[in-house]
């Protein structure tokens, strides 16, 4: 089993900046892609960024050049740096991992979401 928890969601102005932590913990042999994605009140969620193992990102184009996704192999963690916050990007950040356990199974594991809150 993989736990992924997600950290830290707040109230912030707009223009403001944040970074989300998302830490695995659990039967995990590798951590392959990894990714952000949100989800706004009444609306379906979408990705926001994906980062592969060796570090190639993806980003969706409303994002682009104002977040960045990272991460810390070693501590089994991806990070979401926003600047440039507007309403728009007010939504629960859900994390997402595609793990390999040790038994050589792959399967995909969320958090249970961190909410972030624009203010005009």
């Known amino acids: 089993q993989v736990q992924l928890v997600e950290s830290g969601g707040a109230l912030v102005q707009a223009g403001g900046s944040l970074r989300l932590s998302c830490a695995a913990s659990?039967?995990?042999?590798?951590?392959?892609?990894m990714g952000w994605y949100r989800q706004a009140p009444g609306k379906q969620r979408e990705l926001v960024a994906v980062?592969?193992?060796?570090?190639?990102?993806n980003y969706a184009d409303s994002v682009k050049g104002r977040f960045t996704i990272s991460r810390d192999n070693a501590k089994n963690t991806v990070y979401l740096h926003m600047n440039g916050l507007n309403p728009e990007d007010t939504a629960v950040y859900y994390c997402?991992?595609?793990?390999?356990?040790?038994?050589?199974?792959?399967?995909?594991?969320w958090g249970q979401g961190t909410l972030v809150t624009v203010s005009s």
């Open positions: 980062i592969t193992s060796g570090g190639s990102t």
């Open positions: 997402n991992a595609r793990v390999t356990t040790p038994f050589m199974a792959t399967l995909g594991a």
């Open positions: 659990g039967s995990i042999l590798r951590l392959n892609v």
